[in-house]
T-cell receptor
Framework: DTAVSQTPKYLVTQMGNDKSIKCEQN?????MYWYKQDSKKFLKIMFS???????INETVPNRFSPKSPDKAHLNLHINSLELGDSAVYFC????????????FGEGSRLTVL | QKEVEQDPGPLSVPEGAIVSLNCTYS??????FMWYRQYSRKGPELLMY????GNKEDGRFTAQVDKSSKYISLFIRDSQPSDSATYLC??????????FGSGTRLQVQP
């Protein structure tokens, strides 16, 4: 049974479109994250939610909007997609916001044409 | 200067070799030093971590931290082809989210 699951795994879309990525965790964790991994494998934090409350909001274009309907779900919506948004987006969860033990999903590979 | 620097590799070694993977960091406030392993087209998974300076051993893996020189190492003994992956160091303070290095790609040749 997958602990952190993301959908879709692959997403190919045109510039200017809007797309969403969904994430669910069944670990009972309080904290969830979105990370972006670029082509050079650099993994960068975007957002973090703790019990549905936004606690980390890094310098990310406001075209990116996270939403946490409950503590088991964290979605990412991206408006007006640009070429530079092409990357692998990873969802992760942790027991709480004070631990460095993160459990990652398998990633959602976004390609913007 | 990036907060965390890693040599991207690839580092290619024969099976059975001892592997040394290294990171340097700039933020002296880092207290916890995590190592994540990422297989191709998978998410990272926590391998091990240490708190402050010193060594920690877990099976074939040893993590070492030298806070005075801001240098982090991961040693793999008797390396196996299944160890082929990208290794990411991730130091952190108690409050901030993890800051990942860009990872070192390791290839262990059978």
């Amino acid at each position: 049974d997958t602990a952190v699951s993301q959908t879709p795994k692959y997403l190919v879309t045109q510039m200017g479109n809007d797309k969403s990525i969904k994430c669910e965790q069944n670990l009972g964790h309080d904290t969830m994250y979105w990370y972006k991994q670029d082509s050079k494998k650099f993994l960068k934090i975007m957002f973090s939610y703790n019990n549905k409350e936004l606690i980390i909001n890094e310098t990310v274009p406001n075209r990116f909007s996270p939403k946490s309907p409950d503590k088991a779900h964290l979605n990412l919506h991206i408006n007006s997609l640009e070429l530079g948004d092409s990357a692998v987006y990873f969802c992760a969860s942790s027991r709480d916001s004070g631990t460095g033990e993160l459990f990652f999903g398998e990633g959602s590979r976004l390609t913007v044409l | 200067q990036k907060e965390v620097e890693q040599d991207p590799g690839p580092l290619s070694v024969p099976e059975g070799a001892i592997v040394s993977l290294n990171c340097t960091y700039s933020n002296s406030a880092f207290q916890y030093f995590m190592w994540y392993r990422q297989y191709s087209r998978k998410g990272p998974e926590l391998l091990m971590y240490t708190y402050s300076s010193g060594n920690k051993e877990d099976g074939r893996f040893t993590a070492q931290v030298d806070k005075s020189s801001k240098y982090i190492s991961l040693f793999i003994r008797d390396s196996q082809p299944s160890d082929s992956a990208t290794y990411l160091c991730a130091p952190r303070t108690g409050r901030r989210a993890l800051t990942f290095g860009s990872g070192t790609r390791l290839q262990v040749q059978p």
